[in-house]
Nanobody, 122 residues
Framework: QVQLVESGGGLVQAGGSLRLSCAGS????????MGWFRQATGKEREFVAA????????YYADSVKGRFIISRDSAKNTVYLQMNTMKPEDTAVYYC???????????????WGQGTQVTVSS
């Protein structure tokens, strides 16, 4: 079992950048596929990005492709989400999650962080 804690959220202007971090503890971090999801107010939680155990496979939602970059540092038990050229529609609570399969499906991830708020002003 792994515990996940996100950080790095905040307020940014449109066109700006933020980097989210997700630190894992209590489990073998390197054995998990890691994903980022987000949930805007009044909307369902949606997939953002996922990275395989060694980082060889990466997937992005079409809405963030070319703007966001997911990466991981297994030595630090941390996964990152670099968000560039941000838009107001990126405003949401961002969650990291750990699972066994590189997938966009929420229910395939077993462990979730508490989330961090990201707000993009226009």
């Amino acid at each position: 079992q792994v515990q996940l804690v996100e950080s790095g959220g905040g307020l940014v202007q449109a066109g700006g950048s933020l980097r989210l971090s997700c630190a894992g503890s209590g489990g073998r971090f390197s054995s998990y596929v890691m994903g980022w999801f987000r949930q805007a107010t009044g909307k369902e939680r949606e997939f953002v990005a996922a990275i395989s155990r060694r980082g060889g496979r990466i997937y992005y939602a079409d809405s963030v492709k070319g703007r966001f970059i997911i990466s991981r540092d297994s030595a630090k038990n941390t996964v990152y989400l670099q968000m560039n050229t941000m838009k107001p529609e990126d405003t949401a609570v961002y969650y990291c999650a750990a699972g066994q399969e590189v997938t966009t499906r929420l229910n395939a991830y077993d462990y979730w962080g508490q989330g961090t708020q990201v707000t993009v002003s226009s």
